[in-house]
């Protein structure tokens, strides 16, 4: 299939790139916040430092339409492995001085970093991907990204352990060869066309984001509440995760076991074709991720602790294909204006990551990390039971105002 098809061949190739990208954000996702939990010993300003990132992503979600009037999928690479490497060598120097400023400096770079690597994806995607391969292209790309993010854990406990050098080391070692497929693959999948951007207006495109939010309301709860929860994990559950490991072995997998079902669970759920009540059913399974993560709280032993984390993960797995169905209903019945709710289901996991990251300090610092997964599983819950509620059958688009959107 890869020998024999240029797009596939190209697919495998942005793949490998994007896996070795974020197996080293994977390791600064997982020493970030320990970092700055054990520098300032305070779980509420680990939070809202965290959140920075969010807030500087968010900001660059408004800000790189103005930009990047003319852009390839490899430049955007570039830059991202780019910062990348300055985000960590950031986070290194933290050692050295563990101040505020310093942590604030590495957030930005590290938002900045994300969206590039957000731009990237749907730049490759819309010009070198054919419109009927889309669905199956990012179930495969998710495949490679997903089993970074579960590696990342296990290789940054063991690099941690070992020293900042050997670390910062290792995701050096990373992105260099991600640079090196990028520049192999350099003439085999560079692209003529462009995407232009340069028409977008930030304050225009927070009027049209208002505008569809009030349809589309119920897609982007559930996507704020999926954003919780990945926020819970890598933040409180990052510093969990290592306090963990401490006292039994087993402890490492807390992390890891969040992202195993997305892993196992991509294939099946690529090919799972639901035409109507995606967005219930998505409810349904949040509620049923919600009611195994208050259970987390009910037992300290860690066996059980990574069961009830096993089995929300799957819960949380299946939310994800039934959201992003919703959204792909949504955008096919837009003309060009559907770059706007792109823009618009990509801000929410910002706007979740601004948020909660400072609540779910403030939780932990109360209750203690494992009891804020608790907590994280009641909001979830309730939140579940009213939407589905209150969600309405059918979305409807407010199409004669989109039409008069230039």
């Given at each position: 299939m890869f020998k024999t098809d240029p797009v596939w061949t190209k697919l495998l190739t942005f793949s490998l790139i994007l896996f070795f990208i974020r197996l080293s954000d994977s390791i600064i996702a997982f020493w970030a916040p320990n970092q700055i939990q054990n520098s300032l010993n305070n779980p509420i300003i680990m939070g809202a430092i965290i959140s920075f990132q969010s807030l500087v992503g968010f900001a660059s979600d408004l800000v790189f339409p103005?930009?990047?009037?003319?852009?390839?999928?490899?430049?955007?690479?570039?830059?991202?492995?780019?910062?990348?490497?300055?985000?960590?060598?950031?986070?290194?120097?933290?050692?050295?001085?563990?101040?505020?400023?310093?942590?604030?400096v590495t957030m930005?770079?590290?938002?900045?970093?994300?969206?590039?690597?957000?731009?990237?994806?749907?730049?490759?995607?819309?010009?070198?991907?054919?419109?009927?391969?889309?669905?199956?292209?990012?179930?495969?790309?998710?495949?490679?990204?997903?089993?970074?993010?579960?590696?990342?854990?296990?290789?940054?406990?063991?690099?941690?352990?070992?020293g900042i050098l050997i670390t910062q080391g290792t995701i050096i070692i990373f992105l260099?060869?991600?640079?090196?497929?990028?520049s192999v693959g350099k003439k085999k999948n560079e692209t003529s066309e462009t995407v232009d951007f340069g028409s977008a207006n930030p304050l225009l495109e927070l009027k049209h984001w208002a505008t569809l939010s009030k349809a589309v309301w119920p897609a982007l709860t559930i996507g704020l509440l999926l954003g919780f929860i990945d926020a819970t994990f890598y933040t409180v559950g990052a510093v969990w995760t290592e306090k963990l490991s401490l006292v039994n072995p087993w402890g490492v997998w807390f992390l890891p076991l969040y992202l195993l079902p997305s892993i196992c669970l991509g294939i099946p759920l690529s090919n799972w074709r639901i035409e109507n009540g995606k967005k219930k059913l998505a409810e349904k399974f949040l509620g049923v991720a919600g009611v195994f993560f208050i259970?987390?709280?009910?037992?300290?032993?860690?066996?059980?602790?990574?069961?009830?984390?096993?089995?929300?993960?799957?819960?949380?797995?299946?939310?994800?294909?039934?959201?992003?169905?919703?959204?792909?209903?949504?955008?096919?019945?837009?003309?060009?204006?559907?770059?706007?709710?792109?823009?618009?289901?990509?801000?929410?996991?910002?706007?979740?990551?601004?948020?909660?990251?400072?609540?779910?300090?403030?939780?932990?610092?109360?209750?203690?990390?494992?009891?804020?997964f608790s907590w994280l599983g009641v909001i979830i819950l309730v939140s579940s039971l009213i939407l589905l509620l209150v969600t309405p059958r059918k979305i409807k688009l407010p199409q004669t105002e989109i039409k008069t959107w230039e």
């Open positions: 103005k930009i990047f009037k003319t852009v390839h999928t490899r430049r955007l690479f570039f830059w991202a492995i780019l910062l990348s490497a300055l985000t960590s060598v950031a986070l290194a120097s933290s050692t050295l001085k563990p101040i505020i400023a310093i942590f604030i930005t770079l590290w938002g900045i970093y994300y969206e590039l690597v957000n731009f990237a994806n749907f730049q490759f995607m819309s010009t070198s991907i054919p419109g009927n391969m889309r669905a199956a292209a990012w179930g495969f790309t998710g495949i490679f990204v997903n089993l970074a993010y579960f590696l990342g854990p296990f290789i940054a406990t063991k690099l941690l352990s070992s260099v060869a991600a640079l090196i497929i990028l259970l987390i709280g009910i037992n300290s032993s860690i066996q059980w602790q990574l069961a009830m984390v096993a089995l929300a993960a799957s819960a949380v797995a299946v939310c994800y294909p039934l959201l992003e169905g919703v959204y792909t209903d949504i955008l096919t019945r837009m003309g060009s204006e559907k770059k706007d709710m792109i823009g618009l289901t990509g801000s929410a996991l910002n706007i979740s990551y601004i948020i909660w990251p400072v609540f779910a300090g403030l939780i932990s610092a109360r209750v203690g990390e494992r009891m804020t």
